[in-house]
Nanobody, 116 residues
Framework: QVQLVESGGGSVQTGQSLRLSCLIVGGAYRCMGWFHQAPGNERERVAS???????EVADSFKDRFTISKDAARNTVDLQMDNLKPEDSGMYYCAADTRCNGRFDRWGQGTQVTVSS
């Protein structure tokens, strides 16, 4: 079974950067995304990408976050710059296995904490 394994989370200060990576083990998916869930909040889509192009980033994260795919490493990466305390929470990698807008395969998540 294909697994999604996130890495790269950690604790940083406001304004610093982190790069999250999602390793796709045992397969490949064309449509991938990253989601954020702050404590007590619903999970929200941060960014998604179809194939190696067509990245989309949610308005809340535009100009600070970038999503990309590395075909050689079989990863989907989320570069997060100028981090803010409200970016803290769990970040989940997800696959939209049918590319129909429904993310149906999820990783375990990685924790990001941004202190002021």
């Amino acid at each position: 079974q294909v697994q999604l394994v996130e890495s790269g989370g950690g604790s940083v200060q406001t304004g610093q950067s982190l790069r999250l990576s999602c390793l796709i083990v045992g397969g490949a998916y064309r449509c991938m995304g990253w989601f954020h869930q702050a404590p007590g909040n619903e999970r929200e889509r941060v960014a998604s990408i179809a194939g190696l192009s067509y990245p989309e980033v949610a308005d809340s994260f535009k100009d600070r976050f970038t999503i990309s795919k590395d075909a050689a490493r079989n990863t989907v990466d989320l570069q997060m710059d100028n981090l803010k305390p409200e970016d803290s929470g769990m970040y989940y990698c997800a696959a939209d296995t049918r590319c129909n807008g429904r993310f149906d395969r999820w990783g375990q998540g990685t924790q990001v904490t941004v202190s002021s």
